[in-house]
Structures are given as structure tokens and as C-alpha cells.
């Protein structure tokens, strides 16, 4: 059974930073894209950043500059850095892996983890 579990999420003042980590876990694992979504109230749930097994990673225009999307390919572990945070970057943050096995795809979800943005 895969699992994604997340983590570092946590109250910070604007201006502040922030590392999200988040690491799949199970047997035989073959995971492609990984990425960040995020959820504030009353929104859609949005792409934050992805990131593939090749590293070519990908922003949302609102964080290119302040965010930065990293992975440990061999531990299945992605990580987002996040800089200047803003009270609108005030969201639940949900990671997102893509995983291949027998040639069908299988998309994981997190539980989500939350970051608050407030002085």
C-alpha cells in the first residue's frame, strides 16, 4: 500500500519561511511526477509546484521567486521551500505523487498539512 506523509507545516509571520516535506512510502515504488497542491477556504485546490524523476520542475506564476520545489528521487521525497510567505500563501498544502506499476498509473494523495501565514 503507498503512502505519502506530510510534514512541516506551521504558523508563520509574513516575510517568514517554511519547508514542507513529504515521502512516499511502500514496496516497489516507481514514482514519476511529484508535486504541491494547495486548498485555502472557499478555493479550488490549486498546483503550487511540481517536479519530475528528472528533476524539470514547474511553478505557479504567484510563487515563481519564492518557492522552490526539491526531491530525493531515491528516498521518494519531495520538498518545497518556501521565502517571503505571504498571508494569501495561507492554505492546506497537499502533495501529489504519480506513481507507474504494471504499466498502469496510480495518482497518491497527503493527507494535507497546514500553513498559516499571520502576524
Known amino acids: 500500500q503507498v503512502q505519502l506523509v506530510e510534514s512541516g507545516g506551521d504558523l508563520v509571520q509574513p516575510g517568514g519561511s517554511l519547508t514542507l516535506s513529504c515521502t512516499v512510502s511502500g514496496s516497489d515504488l516507481d514514482i514519476d511526477l511529484m508535486a504541491w497542491y494547495r486548498q485555502a477556504p472557499g478555493k479550488e485546490r490549486e498546483l503550487v509546484a511540481e517536479?519530475?524523476?528528472?528533476?524539470?520542475?514547474n511553478y505557479e506564476d504567484s510563487v515563481k521567486g519564492r518557492f522552490r520545489v526539491a526531491r530525493d528521487v531515491a528516498k521518494n521525497t519531495a520538498y518545497l521551500l518556501m521565502e517571503k510567505l505571504l498571508p494569501e500563501d495561507t492554505a492546506v498544502y497537499y502533495c501529489?505523487?504519480?506513481?507507474?506499476?504494471?504499466?498502469?498509473?496510480?495518482?497518491?494523495w497527503g493527507q494535507g498539512t497546514q500553513v498559516t501565514v499571520s502576524s
Open positions: 501529489y505523487a504519480q506513481e507507474w506499476r504494471d504499466y498502469e498509473e496510480y495518482i497518491h
Open positions: 517536479i519530475t524523476s528528472g528533476l524539470d520542475t
